[in-house]
C-alpha cells in the first residue's frame, strides 16, 4: 500500500529563510506525488505535482520539489520563506493503478518575521 | 476557474441521525472522491468513484457509509448513523484524468452531538 511520511509536524523559519519541508513515500508502482497547501478553515489548494518527466517540478508561490526515486523523496523547498507561507502542508501519494490518494499527516510551517 | 462547491459548510447533527454531505464537482471532470480530516489530523481517504461506481474505498469506509451520483452534477456522502467519531471536516474532489491533481472543495465541518 502506499504511504508518505513528513517528517517534523512542525517547522519554523524565519522570514526571508530557506523552506525545507521533507516528505518521502513508499509505494509499489511508480507513483504519482503532490504537495497541497491548506490555510485555515480552507480546503486544500495544490501546490505542485511530479507524475512523469523532469523530477524537478515547480509549483505556485515560489515553492518546488524534486522526485529523488533513490531515496523515495518528494521534499519541498522555497529559496525565501514570506509570512503569508504560514500554513499546513500536506504531501500526497497515488498512482496510475489505484485512485486511493494517501497524504502524509501534514507539516505546519511557521514564519517568524 | 470552475471549483468543487460542497454544502452546507457547516452541518450539525444529532447522534444516530442520518446526514447528507453534497458536492458539485467541476463538470467535466470523471473521477470523484471523498475524504475527512479530524480536527488536528491528516487528511484520511475515503472513497473514490468512477463510472458509477466506487473504484477504492479506504478501511473507514465501512456499512454506515455510500455514496451516490443522482445525476449529472452532484456526487453525494451518506452516513446512515452517525457516531460522535465521525465529526470532522469532509472533502469532496474530483479531477478529469488520474495523473492530473483533484481539485478540492472548502469543505464540510460534521459537528456530532
Known amino acids: 500500500a502506499q504511504s508518505v511520511t513528513q517528517l517534523g509536524s512542525h517547522v519554523s523559519v524565519s522570514e526571508g529563510a530557506l523552506v525545507l519541508l521533507r516528505c518521502n513515500y513508499s509505494?509499489?508502482?511508480?507513483?504519482?506525488l503532490f504537495w497541497y497547501v491548506q490555510y485555515p478553515n480552507q480546503g486544500l489548494q495544490l501546490l505542485l505535482k511530479?507524475?512523469?518527466?523532469?523530477?524537478l517540478v515547480k509549483g505556485i508561490n515560489g515553492f518546488e520539489a524534486e522526485f529523488k526515486k533513490s531515496e523515495t523523496s518528494f521534499h519541498l523547498t522555497k529559496p525565501s520563506a514570506h509570512m503569508s507561507d504560514a500554513a499546513e502542508y500536506f504531501c500526497a501519494v497515488s498512482d496510475q493503478v489505484k485512485n486511493d490518494m494517501r497524504f502524509g499527516a501534514g507539516t505546519r510551517l511557521t514564519v517568524k518575521p | 476557474e470552475p471549483e468543487v462547491t460542497q454544502t452546507p459548510s457547516h452541518q450539525v447533527t444529532q447522534m444516530g441521525q442520518e446526514v447528507i454531505l453534497r458536492c458539485v464537482p467541476i463538470?467535466?471532470?470523471?473521477?470523484f472522491y471523498w475524504y475527512r480530516q479530524i480536527l488536528g489530523q491528516k487528511v484520511e481517504f475515503l472513497v473514490s468513484?468512477?463510472?458509477?461506481?466506487?473504484?477504492?474505498k479506504s478501511e473507514i469506509f465501512d456499512d454506515q457509509f455510500s455514496v451516490e451520483r443522482p445525476d449529472g452534477s452532484n456526487f453525494t456522502l451518506k452516513i446512515r448513523s452517525t457516531k460522535l467519531e465521525d465529526s470532522a471536516m469532509y472533502f469532496c474532489a474530483s479531477h478529469r484524468e488520474v495523473d492530473q491533481p483533484q481539485h478540492f472543495g472548502d469543505g464540510t465541518r460534521l459537528s456530532i452531538l
Open positions: 511530479y507524475t512523469t518527466g523532469a523530477t
Open positions: 468513484f468512477y463510472n458509477n461506481e466506487i473504484s477504492e
Open positions: 509505494s509499489s508502482v511508480p507513483p504519482y
Open positions: 463538470s467535466n471532470h470523471l473521477y
